[in-house]
């Protein structure tokens, strides 16, 4: 229905700076949320941050307002993860995921972008 590929992941160490991306295609007209989750080993997966696919409004958690801005271009259908002042909590494997017309969950993921934070 909507394919999602992450890419932008890599080491860093705290204090420093990544922007992550997620193109997205298939169905891309149905999109209608889009939203930024992580998982860090041993740990359940959580929500970061997520938009408006089509009015830009954003919601972070707690753990990142302040620091991430979660952005899109909806002319190239690309999420985006600007992510500063990175602290080793931060360290997880990063997905992304869309709501699609009609939908009340997060159903359709991509493979996820490893992000290492060292001290």
């Known amino acids: 229905q909507v394919q999602l590929v992450e890419s932008g992941g890599g080491l860093v160490q705290a204090g420093g700076s990544l922007r992550l991306s997620c193109q997205a295609s298939g169905r891309t007209l149905s999109m209608r949320f889009m939203g930024w989750f992580r998982q860090a080993p041993g740990k359940e997966r959580e929500f970061a941050a997520q938009i408006n696919w089509n009015d830009r409004t954003t919601y972070y958690a707690d753990s990142v307002k302040g620091r991430f801005t979660i952005s899109r271009d909806i002319n190239t259908n690309t999420l985006y993860l600007q992510m500063n002042s990175l602290k080793p909590e931060d360290t997880a494997v990063y997905y992304c995921?869309?709501?699609?017309?009609?939908?009340?969950?997060?159903?359709?993921w991509g493979q996820g972008t490893q992000v290492t934070v060292s001290s």
């Open positions: 995921a869309v709501i699609i017309r009609g939908s009340l969950t997060w159903d359709n």
